[in-house]
Nanobody, 127 residues
Framework: QVQLVESGGGLVQAGGSLRLSCAAS????????MGWFRQAPGKEREFVAA????????RYADSVKGRFAISRDNAKNAVFLQMNSLKPEDTAVYYC????????????????????WGQGTQVTVSS
C-alpha cells in the first residue's frame, strides 16, 4: 500500500504562485508514475499534469501548459506542482495520484489509470 498526502494549498490572488507537494509513504520501493488532478465544485475531476517515475517524461493539460510545472524527488518520495500565473478558474481541490509501472515513460492522463490517491488540498484563487 502507498499513502499519498498533499500539502501547500491555500488562498492566493490571481497572478500569484503556489507550490503543491505530495509525500508518498508505505510501499514506495516500486516505480510509480505520478499525477495531479483537480476538481472544482460541480465539475468532474480533471487531469492537470503527470510525470513518469524516472522524471524524464511529463504531460500537461492544455489549460495549464506554460504556467504549471510538475517535478519529483524520488530520494524523498515526493512530487511537486509549481503553479504560476494562477487564475480564478484554477480554483479547485487538487489531488495527487500514483500508479505502479514498469515503463519509464508512462505518463497517464486518465484518472482511472491511477490506483493510489491522496485526500486533496484546496487551492483558491481570488480575482
Amino acid at each position: 500500500q502507498v499513502q499519498l498526502v498533499e500539502s501547500g494549498g491555500g488562498l492566493v490572488q490571481a497572478g500569484g504562485s503556489l507550490r503543491l507537494s505530495c509525500a508518498a509513504s508505505g510501499r514506495t520501493a516500486s516505480s510509480y508514475a505520478m499525477g495531479w488532478f483537480r476538481q472544482a465544485p460541480g465539475k468532474e475531476r480533471e487531469f492537470v499534469a503527470a510525470v513518469s517515475w524516472s522524471g524524464g517524461s511529463t504531460r500537461y493539460a492544455d489549460s495549464v501548459k506554460g504556467r504549471f510545472a510538475i517535478s519529483r524527488d524520488n530520494a524523498k518520495n515526493a512530487v511537486f506542482l509549481q503553479m504560476n500565473s494562477l487564475k480564478p478558474e484554477d480554483t479547485a481541490v487538487y489531488y495527487c495520484a500514483g500508479v505502479s509501472t514498469l515503463s519509464s515513460n508512462y505518463v497517464p492522463d486518465r484518472s482511472r489509470s491511477y490506483y493510489y490517491w491522496g485526500q486533496g488540498t484546496q487551492v483558491t484563487v481570488s480575482s
